[in-house]
T-cell receptor
Framework: GAGVSQSPSNKVTEKGKDVELRCDPI?????LYWYRQRLGQGLEFLIY????????KSGLPSDRFSAERTGESVSTLTIQRTQQEDSAVYLC????????????????FGNGTRLTVT | GDSVTQMEGPVTLSEEAFLTINCTYT??????LFWYVQYPGEGLQLLLK?????DKGSNKGFEATYRKETTSFHLEKGSVQVSDSAVYFC????????????FGTGTSLTVIP
């Protein structure tokens, strides 16, 4: 089936505006992650959804960032009052979460949304 | 908590050279270990994985062995090619403690002809 789909692929916005990024995970994947990758840097964890459990929001950098997920489907990451330091590639990934797999459940990444705040 | 530490780059090698990228981990349970690769202009993709101690993951000539005694998962390739130029990320995950993924900071590899 289709892989993880993210939209838009590129977004340019003015400082102070709100943006919404979308992620469509692979069908059947119960776990969904958002990461941020600044230019030349590693992956910064933002938020993790697992089924109907409360999300792990420990990576969100400020209260301007929020994310939602409806059931086991689409997720949206919202950044309010964007700042220039928010410029980065925002990556979404999904995975199965099934202990019957014996601990093997790799992440499948989307191609990311490149956000540029001017 | 769980974490991954990998060697900093950038790494520059000549074609056909031997590659090692070090990765060590800290985990409270028994995680699965992964190497992900990000080619220029592309998204991250799984390169190889190992799910238990002494397992060896391999793909595209790359290998990594899950060493519990040294808590390491070093990536190796005997003869690199220009097409191996990419950023490599070590990662761990433990389904039994919530399936959170922890990534290293990435190591950039450039292979020159």
């Amino acid at each position: 089936g289709a892989g993880v789909s993210q939209s838009p692929s590129n977004k340019v916005t003015e400082k102070g505006k709100d943006v919404e990024l979308r992620c469509d995970p692979i069908s059947g994947h119960t776990a969904l992650y958002w990461y941020r990758q600044r230019l030349g840097q590693g992956l910064e964890f933002l938020i993790y959804f697992q089924g109907n459990s409360a999300p792990d929001k420990s990576g969100l950098p400020s209260d301007r960032f929020s994310a939602e997920r409806t059931g086991e489907s689409v997720s949206t990451l919202t950044i309010q009052r964007t700042q220039q330091e928010d410029s980065a590639v925002y990556l979404c990934a999904s995975s199965l979460s099934d202990t019957s797999l014996g601990g093997y459940s790799p992440l499948h990444f989307g191609n990311g949304t490149r956000l540029t705040v001017t | 908590g769980d974490s991954v530490t990998q060697m900093e780059g950038p790494v520059t090698l000549s074609e056909e050279a031997f590659l090692t990228i070090n990765c060590t981990y800290t985990a409270t349970g028994y995680p699965s270990l992964f190497w992900y690769v990000q080619y220029p202009g592309e998204g991250l993709q799984l390169l190889l994985k190992a799910t238990k101690a002494d397992d060896k993951g391999s793909n595209k000539g790359f290998e990594a062995t899950y060493r519990k005694e040294t808590t390491s998962f070093h990536l190796e390739k005997g003869s690199v090619q220009v097409s191996d130029s990419a950023v490599y990320f070590c990662a761990l995950s433990d389904l039994r403690t919530g399936n959170q993924f922890y990534f290293g900071t990435g190591t950039s590899l450039t292979v020159i002809p």
